[in-house]
């Protein structure tokens, strides 16, 4: 059983949890994952890690809830449990001194981001951040990334923060001023992802994006999670989960992220809860 | 009075009532058929039919105990050789193994021996196990990586033998294959826990969610073992090359056994874990993870389940009992017959197969006759999902993370007979050192190595 030591509710559906994992919090790297069960019927989830504390022997996960397993997380308190909780499974992040990396968080994707713009900023790095989300209140994270950036920029498709507009047109801004970017981070909704690949493609910027598919035991062994990069079939939970955003096919893995949306709402259903 | 030439039978489910259900098919024997089949056996004093046991059960002696109506004495000599025989009396492929060199085979059907080590192991679950006397504390640990087969057999014998034993194992359930392979139809999960129950009983320790490689390395570990056992299985599943394979509708049968056996999908949404099928399934390969597959599917509905194999009858590497109880229950085989291109509809979901007509040519390097395409003979087949059941490799998490671990070509760890690695102090056995085979071999290399890491321990230090 691992401990829910901190629970903040960031938004309506948005969580953050601290859970006591020592074993995970040690080994836990920038750019990991792990994979949890709530309770005896539940299903295996992957989250990506957004923060740990070795010392505390604590892992930090934020989660926006969009199915039945992330509502009933959502449920649970301080003090109680959860049955299963594995980790840290993926390849890390791969951080070196780069120059100026411009780092793209979108929604509930700005929590991974954070340790990887820690990171890189902690290698040597000039850190361009750029957040976005589709309203004030869905924005997470401001000023502990604030801390850790060297630039910061944000932007909401509402206005209600920072710029209005998509993460994408402050990228395009940037490219437009002239300012020499040596790669990018960008981790959020596939769409977002994609739109930011298609564009530094054209001005020939390394991107990476990190993936979040289907998975089931997060160790290789199921071929749920497969994504096509390149001419290869990758594996997200061994191979990846951070991609080169040039080859990754963002149209099938969003296809295959559908495969259960079906069966998601039904169980949502049934269990009483609105999706 | 002469031998009964054939086995008794051994009652089971009908046909057309198990495949709306994920009950075990067969029933097992009473008391009395089980004493009645033992004493077929004529007891031959050279005992062929231990020579084929891999784990060298004292397979007459047991019977004779039946024979004589001394069940409890017969569970105690089984249980001296094998810690998990309701497992083995139900996934052995005796037929090549024990029965396959029994005596009566020459007048007709082997001793049951497979249906008898059920019987005996059934007939000690009901009643309770007993938990066999320890040797002396010998003050040793050993890690065990992986709570398969291998990693369980290992474990149980290494702590028998006196030694402190700790598993390590990635998910959240024991068992391994046989909790995330095997269905529930041919090997009820509560017998696997069971068994493993007994092991823990036995006072070895199951640590869960520990991915070795990951949460903890080898190299860790060895600070605080004397000794380590990986027994991780061949996890990672082949896929056939074939353009399509990422469309929504196909399936690796590791990813579809999974979802059903180990997170229960039959039972959804009472289990949160989803799968969907449609109404026509199409499995590749035709070994028992094949068979699995296909019958599965008829248990989830589905109106039609195929077969596609691209060799013959033959040429299954299947169990004899599967592909009987699959074509049985209505799995439709279409032999010699090979995909080519999986087509989806215009939102990407499967909707058919193209193959291609084979013929047998020469034999290849296993001695099989090499299947050949058939120029021209492409066809569709419109299903709705496919799963492919054509192998799995090692799981390359632990010889990608020990340094000078000596790794073979197939990505498997090298070792000797006696479950040695390159590394001393480091032992492997099962799956991950010999590629995919069955649960008994992989018992049978767990075995092996704790002899050799009893020995080891022993002489070390």
């Not at chain 1, 074993?23 to 990991?32: F, P």
């Not at chain 2, 050993?142 to 990635?170: M, Q, R, S, Y």
Request: net charge neutral; with cysteine; proline share 5%.
């Amino acid at each position: 059983m691992y401990k829910i030591i901190e629970k903040k509710v960031l938004s309506e559906s948005v969580k953050l949890m601290k859970i006591k994992s020592p074993l995970v919090a040690k080994k836990a790297l920038a750019g990991q994952f792990i994979i949890l069960r709530i309770d005896e019927k539940g299903e295996r989830i992957p989250l990506t890690i957004a923060d740990y504390d070795r010392e505390k022997g604590t892992v930090t996960i934020i989660f926006m809830e969009v199915g039945k397993t992330t509502k009933k997380l959502g449920t649970l308190k301080e003090g109680d449990s959860i049955l299963n909780f594995a980790g840290p499974l993926g390849k890390p992040s791969e951080i070196e001194k780069f120059g100026t990396v411009v780092c793209i968080g979108g929604g509930v994707g700005i929590a991974p981001l954070y340790p990887i713009i820690r990171e890189l900023k902690k290698a040597g790095n000039y850190v361009i951040s750029i957040l976005g989300a589709r309203n004030e209140k869905l924005l997470m994270l401001e000023k502990e990334i604030q801390e850790v950036s060297d630039e910061l920029h944000i932007c909401t498709d509402d206005g209600s923060k920072g710029k209005k507009g998509f993460v994408s047109d402050v990228l395009q801004g940037l490219i437009d001023d002239g300012k020499k970017i040596n790669i990018v981070w960008a981790i959020g909704p596939i769409i977002m992802m994609k739109v930011v690949a298609n564009l530094t493609k054209k001005h020939n910027l390394k991107t990476i994006v990190s993936l979040n598919p289907i998975m089931v035991d997060g160790t290789g062994m199921c071929g749920g999670c497969r994504v096509s990069v390149g001419d290869e079939t990758k594996f997200a939970c061994v191979d990846g989960p951070e991609f080169d955003g040039h080859l990754v096919d963002f149209d099938n893995l969003m296809l295959r992220n559908r495969r259960f949306a079906k069966e998601e709402e039904h169980a949502c259903h049934m269990a009483g809860v609105k999706l | 009075m002469a031998v009964r030439k054939t086995k008794h039978e051994m009652p089971e489910q009908s046909p057309k009532e198990r495949i709306k259900n994920f009950n075990e098919v067969p029933y097992g024997y009473d008391e009395q058929t089980a004493i009645e089949e033992a004493k077929r056996c004529l007891q031959c004093k050279n005992r062929p039919c231990v020579k084929g046991c891999p784990v060298e059960i004292d397979i007459p002696d047991f019977i004779k105990q039946i024979a004589e109506g001394n069940i409890d004495k017969a569970v105690e000599v089984l249980k001296t050789k094998t810690s998990l025989p309701a497992v083995c009396g139900r996934v052995c492929p005796y037929e090549n193994q024990c029965e396959g060199e029994c005596t009566l085979l020459k007048i007709g059907e082997p001793v049951a021996i497979g249906r008898l080590e059920r019987f005996l192991a059934d007939y000690e679950r009901k009643k309770g196990a007993k938990i066999p006397k320890k040797e002396k504390n010998t003050g040793k640990k050993v890690a065990v990586v992986g709570a398969g087969p291998a990693g369980l057999t290992c474990a149980g014998d290494l702590v028998k033998l006196g030694n402190k034993v700790t598993i390590f194992e990635a998910l959240h359930d024991p068992g391994g294959v046989l909790m995330y392979g095997i269905p529930e139809f041919r090997l009820p999960k509560e017998i696997v826990k069971s068994e493993v129950n007994y092991i823990s009983k036995l006072g070895v320790d199951i640590n869960y969610d520990v991915v070795v490689g990951k949460t903890i390395t080898v190299d860790e570990l060895m600070e605080d073992y004397d000794a380590i056992f990986i027994g991780t299985g061949a996890g990672l599943p082949r896929w056939l090359r074939i353009p399509g394979e990422n469309l929504d509708g196909v399936y690796s049968a590791n990813e579809f056994l999974t979802r059903v056996n180990m997170m229960k999908a039959y039972d959804f949404p009472n289990y949160d874990t989803p799968v969907k099928i449609g109404k026509v399934v199409a499995t590749f390969g035709a070994g028992n993870v094949a068979m699995d597959c296909a019958r599965t599917s008829l248990r989830l509905g589905a109106e039609k389940s195929y077969i596609i194999y691209r060799r013959s009858e033959k040429e299954m590497p299947a169990r004899n009992e599967e592909i009987h109880h699959a074509e049985e229950e209505g799995v439709i085989f279409k032999l010699l017959t090979a995909p080519v291109k999986f087509i989806g509809d215009e939102k990407g979901m499967l909707k058919e197969v193209e193959c291609l007509k084979m013929k047998l040519g020469e034999p290849d390097e296993s001695g099989r006759r090499r299947p050949v395409p058939i120029e021209g003979s492409n066809f569709k087949i419109k299903i709705d999902t496919a799963l492919v059941a054509i192998g799995q490799s090692p799981n390359p998490l632990i010889p990608q993370t020990v340094k000078d671990l000596e790794i073979e070509r197939w990505g498997n760890i090298k070792t000797d007979e006696h479950g040695r690695t390159s590394i001393p102090g480091i032992f492997a056995g099962g799956d991950i050192a010999t590629g995919a085979a069955t649960v008994i071999l992989a018992m049978g290399a767990g075995k092996r190595a704790a002899r050799t890491i009893n020995e080891y321990l022993k002489t070390e230090r």
